[in-house]
C-alpha cells in the first residue's frame, strides 16, 4: 500500500481537461510544499513535470499545472494530447525519516 | 548532456547479494544528493535510500534497512547499492536519481536495471 493515494486511472478527450489527485496526511503532504509529480510511458524512466506543488521544469508544456489544498495535491492536465497518456506519479518529501513518498501512480487515457 | 547509467542488475537467488553502480556525467556529481528508487513489475514507485552530496547522511526505507548499503565514489561519478539477503519481493527495476539542488525533487532519472530474486 502506497503512502499517497492516488486514483487508479483517469480519462479524458483530446482538448479536454483532467484532475489527478494525490492524498497524503499532515506529515507529508500537508506538512510540506514539496509534492512533486511524474511522468512515466510504458517501459522508460520517470520525468519530472511538476516541483514544490507548482512549478514546472523547463520544457513541460504549460497544459500540465499542479495545486495544493490541505493534505490533497492535484495535477491538472489542460488540452489534453495524445502524447499525455502515461503514468502519473505524485510524491512528497515527508521529513528525514521518510524521506519521499510517492503515490501508487494513475494511468492516465486519452480516449 | 545530463545523463545516468545503471548498471549491475540480473538475477540472484533468494538471500543472495548484487551490487548496482550508477555512473554519472554532463553535471558535477559531487554537488547532488542523490538517491535509489525501484519499481516492481506492474507496480508503484518506490523509494528506497537517500545519501547527501559528501555521505555524511544517508537514509533507508523500512523495507530494506539493515540488507541495503548505499554509498559513492564521487572521484569516481559513481553511486552504488550493495543488496543483501535478496527476497523475491526484491524484484524490480532499480533506478538512480538526483535531487535537484536544495530541493525535495528527483530532476534526473536512469533508465533502470532489473533486479531478479528468484531460485
Known amino acids: 500500500q502506497s503512502a499517497l493515494t492516488q486514483p487508479p486511472s483517469a480519462s479524458g478527450s483530446p482538448g479536454q481537461s483532467v484532475t489527478i489527485s494525490c492524498t497524503g496526511t499532515?506529515?507529508?503532504?500537508?506538512?510540506?510544499?514539496?509534492v512533486s509529480w511524474y511522468q512515466q510511458h510504458p517501459g522508460k524512466a520517470p520525468k519530472l513535470m511538476i516541483y514544490e506543488v507548482s512549478k514546472r521544469p523547463s520544457g513541460v508544456p504549460d497544459r500540465f499545472s499542479g495545486s495544493k489544498s490541505g493534505n490533497t495535491a492535484s495535477l491538472t492536465v489542460s488540452g489534453l494530447q495524445a502524447e499525455d497518456e502515461a503514468d502519473y506519479y505524485c510524491s512528497s518529501y515527508a521529513g528525514s525519516n521518510n524521506f519521499v513518498v510517492f503515490g501508487g501512480g494513475t494511468k492516465l487515457t486519452v480516449l | 548532456q545530463v545523463q545516468l547509467v545503471e548498471s549491475g542488475g540480473g538475477l540472484v537467488k533468494p538471500g543472495g547479494s548484487l551490487r548496482l553502480s550508477c555512473a554519472a556525467s554532463g553535471f558535477t556529481f559531487s554537488d547532488y544528493y542523490m538517491s535509489w528508487i525501484r519499481q516492481a513489475p506492474g507496480k508503484g514507485l518506490e523509494w528506497l535510500s537517500f545519501?547527501?552530496?559528501?555521505?555524511?547522511?544517508?537514509y533507508y526505507a523500512d523495507s530494506v534497512k539493515g540488507r541495503f548499503t548505499l554509498s559513492r565514489d564521487n572521484a569516481k561519478n559513481s553511486l552504488y547499492l550493495q543488496m543483501n539477503s535478496l527476497r523475491a519481493e526484491d524484484t524490480a527495476v532499480y533506478y538512480c536519481?538526483?535531487?535537484?539542488?536544495?530541493?525535495?525533487?528527483?530532476?534526473?532519472w536512469g533508465q533502470g536495471t532489473l533486479v531478479t530474486v528468484s531460485s
Open positions: 545519501i547527501s552530496s559528501g555521505s555524511a547522511t544517508i
Open positions: 499532515s506529515s507529508d503532504v500537508g506538512a510540506y510544499n514539496y
Open positions: 536519481a538526483r535531487l535537484s539542488l536544495g530541493r525535495r525533487e528527483f530532476d534526473c
